[in-house]
């Protein structure tokens, strides 16, 4: 079947833009008359910038933003640039929020490929297979024609993932919980409850999954803070830890008590990270830390209880669980001065996406280099210097303080 020209145009049209630009930059000389000055070439850009954004090609053109604000800093157009790069709330786009959804929701489809048809009971191998070749790709295009779409936030890009990670937990354990699929057998000995339902499981799993990214994409409508994005995981794992820890020191015979309140606790961690990350302007740094805090404190007391041997196991929950809060605590007290940065989650000022080798204070990046517009100098037939534009690749890039 032939694919419509308007669709194929579609589908080719960034790559017809780029060569344009590309071919113009590289063949349009520049004469001595009319050199270009740092700002008018910033201006060029970013009126280039704005072409590609009012196409929906915001991944090109916040490369090129990102460009203008690293190499022409203090030019008109510079802080332009960096104004478009920031949402509503301040943060500023980064090229990471635009690869994490994609890679998400690849790994996402790799799954359904693999749990849908576990859910329906397959036994085929074949089954398995389409799955896995469906899934993959469906899941790849399906998060880039979503990040082309729309400028996405590392907070909101946040929100959609983690809502389908811990959607897919929620997912397993209410299913678990209210023992979704377990069925009676009865035989001359009486009966009993036969607990393998595993299809029971995965499927509430992938419903759960997708019922998150679901939640996700809709709160990902609005702007959503990095720092709030990670306070809102990080309440949500501690709150599922220290939950089914309290269950345990006060019910260590109920499993279904522990789980229900894993659950519970959760989801009001969930709220409740969220919400005083927003209220107290918490950035995803701060964040961090405090997580650090809390998961060494919990290391610390573990070690505790390997060198004083508990002899209840109330006790060995309970001091890993109070060191675990004192952790948080006091990285939250530590760090209470530290300001969410006015870039919250904008990473390292050096080159984003640029270079394939980045140092930064003692720490070592490898992406992806990208080409980059450039003017070169050259002489003409005179003698006198011009400048003809061109396409610069950078492979290392180091930015010391």
Do not use: H
């Not at 022409?72 to 994490?100: H, K, M, N, Q, W």
């Not at 036994?123 to 295009?141: K, N, Q, R």
């Amino acid at each position: 079947m032939t694919r419509p020209r308007s669709i194929r145009f579609a589908a080719v049209r960034p790559l017809y833009l780029m060569a344009a630009l590309c071919g113009l930059l590289i063949l349009a000389p520049v004469s001595a008359d009319a050199q270009m000055t740092r700002a008018d070439s910033a201006a060029v850009l970013l009126e280039t910038a704005r072409d590609f954004e009012a196409d929906g090609e915001y991944g090109t053109a916040d490369a090129l933003l990102y460009y203008i604000t690293e190499r022409f800093a203090g030019t008109p157009s510079a802080t332009v640039a960096s104004e478009l790069l920031r949402g509503p709330t301040g943060d500023r786009v980064e090229p990471v929020s635009r690869v994490e959804l994609p890679v998400f929701l690849t790994t996402y489809g790799l799954w359904l490929g693999i749990g849908i048809p576990w859910a329906l009971g397959a036994d085929d191998e074949e089954a398995y297979g389409a799955g896995l070749l469906i899934g993959g790709p469906l899941g790849l295009f399906s998060g880039l024609a979503y990040s082309r779409s729309r400028r996405l936030s590392a907070g909101q890009a946040r929100a959609i993932s983690w809502g389908g990670l811990y959607g897919s937990w929620q997912g397993w354990g209410w299913t678990q919980l209210f023992d979704i699929g377990v069925r009676d057998q009865c035989g001359s000995f009486g009966c009993y409850a036969d607990e393998s339902n595993t299809e029971e499981l995965v499927a509430g799993t992938v419903v759960g999954g997708l019922l998150g990214i679901g939640a996700g994409a809709l709160i990902a409508q609005n702007p959503v803070r990095s720092g709030v994005a990670s306070g809102a995981q990080g309440g949500s794992i501690w709150g599922s830890i220290y939950g089914a820890m309290l269950a345990g020191i006060f019910d260590d015979d109920a499993e279904d008590s522990a789980l229900a309140t894993a659950l519970i606790a959760g989801n009001a961690g969930l709220l409740a990270g969220g919400a005083l990350a927003a209220k107290y302007d918490v950035g995803r740094d701060r964040i961090r830390l405090m997580n650090l805090g809390a998961l060494v404190g919990g290391l610390g007391g573990l070690g505790i209880d390997l060198l004083i041997q508990p002899d209840d196991n109330e006790t060995a929950i309970a001091i890993p669980l109070v060191t675990s809060i004192a952790g948080l605590v006091i990285a939250a007290r530590n760090t209470r001065d530290r300001p969410a940065p006015a870039t919250d989650g904008a990473g390292p000022a050096m080159g984003q996406g640029t270079a394939l080798l980045g140092w930064e204070e003692g720490s070592l990046r490898i992406q992806a280099p990208m080409p980059v517009p450039t003017l070169l100098p050259m002489d003409d037939v005179n003698g006198r210097p011009t400048w003809r534009p061109g396409l610069r690749l950078e492979l290392f890039r180091s930015l010391l303080r």
